[in-house]
Antibody, heavy 120, light 108 residues
Framework: VQLVESGGGVVQPGRSLRVSCAASGFTFSNYAMHWVRQAPGKGLEWVAVISYDGNQNYYADSVKGRFTISRDNSKNTLSLQMDSLRAEDTAVYYC??????????????WGQGALVTVSS | SFVLTQPPSVSVAPGKTARISCGGDNIGSKSVHWYQQKPGQAPVLVIHDDSDRPSGIPERFSGSNSGNTATLTISRVAAGDEADYYCQVWDTNSDHQVFGTGTKVTVL
């Protein structure tokens, strides 16, 4: 199993950024996927989950209405569209595979993370 | 939303046992999972479903869960166990994944 994030970088407050995760080594369309973030020097914060077929998703209260999780099962790719970014969104964003189809279980594999910095 | 509380730090001498608690309202009714994170690295699953070890995780790592507290136990602690540890549950009331506050384990 390999999860490789891309798309991180520096962005100004109020702007948008999209991070992606390329998955390989497992049947991507059979598992739910998550985004988890970690602000510098802080703990882990769950961000969002999408079900195996893309029909269900849930968001943390801190990002609901601003972030959108999506997946392309034909390309084995997970994405997170981040709009109206704030300084407090600065973090390493990890892509993580769920053990289950719905995303209500545990994270058995993680990517190496993509750093997103929101700063003027 | 559901809150998981961990001690900020635990210190343990090499060869001794470290116990890390994870407190939550009736957490014993939920499945608890634990992750180890070393500096600059992604988290790694060390315990799932309260007490099950993934393949490749040493038997020194064990877990339990009852009442309002789940516990990760590391026996015969070695220098390589120095890391941050997080508990995690799925909160059915909010449809959110929830992480504990994290515990830094220091090997003396």
């Amino acid at each position: 199993v390999q999860l490789v994030e891309s798309g991180g970088g520096v962005v100004q407050p109020g702007r948008s950024l999209r991070v992606s995760c390329a998955a390989s080594g497992f049947t991507f369309s059979n598992y739910a996927m998550h985004w988890v973030r970690q602000a510098p020097g802080k703990g882990l914060e769950w961000v969002a989950v999408i079900s195996y077929d893309g029909n269900q998703n849930y968001y943390a209260d801190s990002v609901k209405g601003r972030f959108t999780i999506s997946r392309d099962n034909s390309k084995n790719t997970l994405s997170l569209q981040m709009d109206s970014l704030r300084a407090e969104d600065t973090a390493v964003y990890y892509c993580a595979k769920d053990y289950d189809v719905r995303g209500t279980y545990y994270f058995d594999y993680w990517g190496q993370g993509a750093l997103v910095t929101v700063s003027s | 939303s559901f809150v998981l509380t961990q001690p900020p730090s635990v210190s343990v001498a090499p060869g001794k046992t470290a116990r890390i608690s994870c407190g939550g309202d009736n957490i014993g009714s939920k499945s608890v999972h634990w992750y180890q994170q070393k500096p600059g690295q992604a988290p790694v699953l060390v315990i799932h479903d309260d007490s099950d070890r993934p393949s490749g995780i040493p038997e020194r790592f064990s877990g339990s869960n009852s009442g309002n507290t789940a516990t990760l136990t590391i026996s015969r602690v070695a220098a390589g166990d120095e890391a941050d540890y997080y508990c995690q549950v799925w909160d059915t009331n909010s449809d959110h994944q929830v992480f504990g506050t994290g515990t830094k384990v220091t090997v003396l």
